[in-house]
């Protein structure tokens, strides 16, 4: 049963974000401020290190990372792009009838073949070791 | 290093002046009046709060109601509902003889009124939300452990126990480590926090119970949510912790693979719906349990459980709790948070709950319809009453009002939701924690496959169901059965939940035993 018509108007929508994106920050700040009237502030030299379990913390935390995340992220940005292309396909998919089912098929399809790639050769595994890898590598 | 370790050096001595030491007595003062009152009648107070909240809640819709019907202009409500404009209403009060300048006409003008009263009700019910559900989720877990969890603050099993904690924060120092990245450290808290609100506005609770009910409502809420990922990355990057780093990396890892099962699963409610417009989404499930969409195909039914493991993931509940995990990276990303900044985390991450359990909901248990939503349509027709017939078309509100709490509307979908809500805590105390490897296996290794056999597998079925009559037949004989399946698990829930309540062991001190210890 449809509930009358929906918003299609981007002003309406972006006015509505603006607001509770100003409320939002209003609270959160709001509520900052008062503490910042009410609390005690008595600055220590030890209070503003990071915490090492007790430990004085040796270097920087800002270190560069495995590249493992970074697979992962290339991997998202594929099937993210490809699931926000499925939306409106689903929207439509009832008037479509067999050739969207086909359209669907193709184009996921393509995808699968990459994911299977990926997944053959090893490179959705957290942990690799590198005999397996050089293992891989003498057999090419 | 050398200040480091200097003895401690003495506190400074008490002075409450200026607005501070003036807004502590003030509040010392009040607790001392008010504290005996409330101790000696808590049950009448509350009856009396309650009370008088549901006297001013009604005195204001009747206003309201009265106003339009003085007016001559149908309520802001219905399909063919348009709010009136600012010379409309000013020429109607006019004719009443209100002559009311157009500019304080226009505050009152519906849209912006209505805007404001849905933004002031978010923002309401998210902090009601967040505190409920810190308090529950502290009640669960004691009584899963064991314990008891809050019993002193305010009386009945330390139910205000939250607002006093929300009441310490405010009033803690403010702390920012002196390695830190200071605006980013500043600037993460509203990153989570904000989005996590904003996505409130596209959630429709009822019917008409939504701020702005989007053509595409269901996209843009997953991309509001997904924007609180960046405030975790970046409060754990900013602290300059290793902890903190270790825990953002995983949040933004895990967060970022587990919204591609999530986007496949939500597929297919939008498939069968052909929306992706919440309302439309569940105002097609419409008309009694056995229409919900869960028992729709045995696809849609596997698309739901995928669905809530990822969104477990997504809002980083445990067993995928791995960005906080308390018991190797201390606190994970808000280790080096404290006072309110660090409780504005937890606010967006109870309402992230909330979120995708409605929107768990909404796609897939029917919305804010009970189970019985049709019966009213049914009965009324059975027995010949019309009043029951008309009842969710109705306008006048004590009919709404009725309509709402029997049948449909957001006490329900709150109620569904909730349940939800209760089972994320119940895994939370139940399940150990994956490591990470095992996190990114079971995302991109057992649940991305298997999302994509469910979307193709549905996307074949419905269109076998439209284009072949003999499957549809079969289609619809499945449906019933699963349907069959799914209210035998909720009714065994419901089961088990009794009879634990009924048999519980009585708890002495802190000690689970089998009956009341003597002298005990």
Known sequence: MPHGSPITDPILTSQGLLLVVLAGIAMALGALLIGK?????????????????????????WVQFDLR????????????????????????????????LVDLLIFLGLIVVGFAFLWRFGYLDWIRSIRAQTDANASE | ?????????????????????????????????????????????????????????????????TIYRLSEMSLPMGPDAK????????????????????????????????????????????SVLAMFAIWWERKVSAHIQSRLGPMRVGGWHGWSQSLADGLKLIGKEDLIPTEADRPLYRLAPYLAFVPALAAFIFLPFGAYWVMRDLDVALI????????????????????NNKWSVYGALREACQVVSYEIPMGISLLVPVMIAGSLRLSDI???????????????????????????????????RAPFDLPEAESELVAGFHTEYSGFRWSLFFFAEYAAMFLVSGLLVILFLGGWDAPWAGLDDWLGRAL?????????????????????????????????AMVLVYVQLWLRWTLPRLRIDQVLYSCVQVMLPLTIVVLVASAVWEM??????????????????????????????????????????????TMAVERPLRGG
């Open chain 1, 37 to 61: 009237l009410l609390r005690r502030n008595v600055p220590h030299g030890v209070k503003g290190e990071a915490y090492e379990c007790g430990e004085p913390a040796v270097g920087s935390s």
């Open chain 1, 69 to 100: 995340f970074y697979v992962v992220a290339l991997l998202f940005v594929i099937f993210d792009a490809e699931v926000a292309l499925l939306y409106p396909w689903a929207v439509v998919f009832k008037d479509s009838g067999w050739s969207g």
């Open chain 2, 1 to 65: 290093m050398s200040d480091i370790f200097v003895p401690w050096r003495k506190r400074p001595p008490r002075h409450d002046a200026g607005p501070s030491g003036l807004v502590a007595r003030l509040a010392v003062g009040l607790y001392r009046i008010g504290s005996p009152i409330v101790r000696r009648f808590p049950g009448t107070l509350f009856i009396l709060a309650s009370t008088a909240a549901i006297l001013a809640t009604g005195a204001i819709g009747y206003g309201m109601y």
């Open chain 2, 83 to 126: 709010p009136a404009t600012v010379v409309e209403i000013q020429e109607r009060l006019s004719q009443l003889g209100l002559p009311v300048p157009a500019t304080v006409v226009w505050c009152f003008q519906s849209s912006l009124v209505r805007d404001v009263v849905a933004l002031l009700g978010i923002i309401a019910f998210v």
């Open chain 2, 220 to 239: 843009i809420l997953l991309a509001v949510l997904a924007i609180e990922v960046i405030g975790v990355l970046v409060g754990g990057w900013a602290s």
């Open chain 2, 282 to 316: 569940a105002g097609s499930q419409q008309g009694g349990w056995f229409h919900w969409l869960a028992w729709h195909s045995p696809w849609a039914f596997l698309a739901m459980f995928l669905y809530f493991i990822a969104s477990l993931a997504a809002c980083k």
């Open chain 2, 384 to 416: 010949g009453w019309h009043w029951l017939i008309s009842l969710s078309q109705s306008q006048n509100p004590y009919d709404r009002l009725f309509h709402g709490v029997f049948f449909s509307g957001p006490l329900w979908f709150i109620g569904k």
């Open chain 2, 464 to 509: 076998a169901v439209q284009e072949m009559p003999g499957f549809s037949v079969f289609a619809s004989l499945i449906s019933p059965v699963i349907a069959f399946i799914g209210i035998l698990g909720c009714g065994s829930a419901a089961a088990a939940i009794i009879t634990g309540t009924i048999g519980r062991r009585a708890l002495v001190g």
